[in-house]
Every structure is written in structure tokens, then in C-alpha cells.
């Protein structure tokens, strides 16, 4: 059963990584509008830690039996290996278009899948990949986890990540290791940071968010631009903030079809936004000043709309049969007791 809170708190992350894409249309040239530029980036990012946190939330749950497991990375595969296997190649097709052979074409796609595509928006899904697949044995540590050791995580984490950012602004290389660096703290933290939002500590946030908002982006007018909007602990403390309070906006509102509609497409939305807004970047211009801002609300909302339907053209099309036909090959392979479930 699907919880209307986290299916509104997909749809505003979904809809802030469409935003923070469309911020290309920002004129940058003029103080004022860097400054509104800075605030607005740095909002708009935390729909990463966002989308971490529910990562972590849903899928660091304990299994008890290896039935279970099973049962887990077959739908891994099923609703996220394939997903993202299918609008790789559409992506491939996209950017060959319209010079394409096979050869050229198989290269392309294996070369991406592999580390290609690393380097732009989809870099979100080979990070995330690691976490899923680990997340299993995971589970069974963050599930016993007393208070105590809750809170010595979170402090160990923000403060790795503290180390590692004063280090790298300041020009040296940090060397030290730790096993739940970058967004995989995130990732961890869903699975029980909501335990630490009592009434005493969504005031603290409240309070602490808007300042690390402004700390965030006095810091990257200062040039402290290295991993400042994803792993800083200013930033994670914004973006637990942002979180606390969808959550709890998602639970006192009335659910929306819409929003729970766009929050079952968040992910293919995700995958096939750049396809439709990088033509945009090419044919549309800058204006000097605040209707540059017209613009890039004007843009972001297209795209999100456009992204949105695409999304679920391909997905109750193209991916709906994907799965169909994965579930007739493979399905026989899951314990018998769960294949109506999967």
C-alpha cells in the first residue's frame, strides 16, 4: 500500500531536479539574479538527498528468510535494473540520432551503460546501484540499531563529511576512507532518520534549515563550490529539514490523484527530462535580468509536464512489456508463495 506522504515528497523532489536543470536559463551575469540563482540551486539539490532518503527508507527494510531476498532483487531488477536498461537505449538512439549504425550504435549504448552516462544526470542511478545491491545485509545492522548508536552514525557521517569538505575547498586531497561516504550516508540515514523527528527536533529543524539554506549559499558565493550542495553537513541538515517538513505537509494534506500519479512516474520522469529539455537549451534564449526567471519557470514547467507524459507513454507501453516478458522468463525462478506477489 502505497503512503500518500512518500508519494508527495517524490513528486517535489522529481519536480526540484527538473527545476534545478531549468536553472540554465537563469541570466547569471547580473548580481541580484546570481544571488536568486545560488538560493534556488541550492533548494532545488536537495531533490537528491530526497530521493536517497526514500531510497534508504524502502529498501534497508529487514528481511527475514532468503525467500525474501530473493524476492527483493528480482524486483530490483524487474523495476529498476530494466527501467533504466530501456531509456539507456532510448537515450543512445537520441544522441546518434540521426547518424546511427548497429556497431556505432551497440558501442554507444554498452560504453555508456558501463560509465558513459556517469557523467551526466545519470549519475543518480549508478550511485544509487551500489546501495541497492548491499542493501539487503545492510538492513539487518540499521534495523537493530539502538538510539545511541542512531546518533553516533549521524554524527560520524556529518562530521567525515565536514573533514572532507573544508579539506577539498581548501585545495588538499582527503585521503582517508569511510564506508558511507557521499550520498550512501543519505541512503543509510532513511531507514531511521525519521525516528529523530519528535516535536522538539521539527522545531530545530525549522529553525536550522533556513540558516543553512543561507550558510549554503554565502559559502558558494565565497567559491566554496566542492560537494557544498550534496554531502556538506550545513546541506544534509537543510535537506533532512526539506524532508521533515514534506512529510509532514504529505500527511495532513488531501491526497491528490495527480501527485500520486506523478509519484509513480517520478523515476522514468527523472530518466527522460534531458531529452526534452536539452533541444530547449539549444533553441530557446537567455534574456538579461529578472525575465530570465519567466523563462526558466516557463521552461521547468514544460519540461515537467512533457517529461510526465513521456514518462507514461514509455512506461505503460515499452517498460510495462519489458516487465511482462521479464516476469514470463524469470518469474518461475522466485519461491512459489511469491509469485503473485512480485
Known sequence: MRLYKYDFVRTVAIFFVV???????????????????????????????????????FNLRERTD???????YYNKIRNIVLPILIFFLIRSFYDLYPSISVSEFTKYFIKNSSYGFASTEYWFVFSLMGCILVAPFLAHAFAKLTKFEQKTFLAIGLAFNLLTIVAENAGYS???????SGFSFAFCLG???????????????????????????????AGMTSNITDVSPIYTILALGVYALLLFLGDKMKPSKLVSFIA??????????????IPLKNMLPIFPGAPSFLMFIGVALFVFIASTIAAFLIDTTIVEFAKKLFDRLFKRFLPKQDNKAA
Open 19 to 57: 527545476a534545478v536543470h531549468s536553472l540554465y536559463f537563469v541570466d547569471q551575469s547580473s548580481t541580484a539574479c546570481l544571488w536568486i540563482y545560488w538560493a534556488l540551486q541550492a533548494l532545488f539539490l536537495t531533490g537528491n538527498v530526497l530521493f536517497f532518503l526514500l531510497s534508504g527508507k
Open 66 to 72: 532468503d525467500a525474501g531476498v530473493k524476492k527483493f
Open 174 to 180: 582527503f585521503r582517508w576512507g569511510y564506508l558511507f
Open 191 to 221: 531507514q531511521y532518520i525519521e525516528d529523530f523527528f519528535t516535536h522538539r527536533n521539527k522545531r530545530i529543524l525549522a529553525a536550522v534549515s533556513p540558516l543553512c539554506l543561507i550558510a549554503t549559499v554565502l559559502l558558494m558565493n
Open 264 to 277: 509513480k512516474h517520478s523515476f522514468s520522469i527523472y530518466l527522460v527530462h534531458m531529452m526534452i529539455l
